[in-house]
């Protein structure tokens, strides 16, 4: 992690390396500056991901440097969680004759199972504040524009198991879990707004994930089998991005030296 925070920060120091004495403003000028970002996305599963979960929804966070050739180098960290479970059959061999899971105080526990996870991703976008050999604007100033990405990741989810019976507590509750997690692609394309006065940034837009996982715990209670089954997991989602530029000055009066 502190490696790549180390590559973004030497990447936006390069913008820097040829001085400009004259004053820019960002109403019609490409800036170089950080970004922080919060997002919330809402996503639909595909690939084998279908077969175990429904829609999900991710809450995350991100740190971007954009240079003055508009392109956007970002670091995002994104907590997927969700409730439509699909394979709720996991826990049957646990169930009585009448559908109870047995607690430890002997009485029916309240059990409930959720969907669980987290994706951490490095990509690289391109910012288009014009449609290419026109004079035709898409953006009300150089910094805003369509953006596509893409870049590596990581990508994990497991069945969250709440339950205060004996045989899901522990290390027995990884045996029905299905922990599993890979390597992992994003791609995304939407449109980046900051306003010419700061006081309106933000990113909306689809992302879709495509990750190549295996189950980490290896072995399965409730099958009694190994489990090293090979994953493509997928998410297609709708997301935005509330915006925070870390400009050197205001926005209408940026300097370089």
Known sequence: MKKIVAIVIVLFSFSHIFPVKAQVSIKDSAVATFMIGISYSYNWPGGDLVNRFGENSTIGGSFAVKLK?????????????????????????????????????GTPSETDIFERGYSLFLTLGVIIPKIPLTKIKLSLNPNSGFVFSIGPGFLQHKIRI???????????????????????VMESIGYLFLSNRRLINFYIGMTSVQAWTTNRRGFNYDTGKEDNEKRLDIMTGFKFVWILPLYKKVPDEYYFY
């Open 162 to 184: 709440e339950s205060n019976a004996a045989a899901l507590q522990g290390d027995y509750k990884k045996g029905y879990d299905r922990l599993s997690n890979g390597f992992a």
């Open 69 to 105: 050739s508009n392109l956007k180098i970002r670091l995002m960290y994104n907590y997927i969680f969700g409730k439509n479970v699909k394979q709720y059959e996991i826990l049957d061999g646990l169930r009585t004759e009448k559908g109870f899971i047995i607690g430890e105080d």
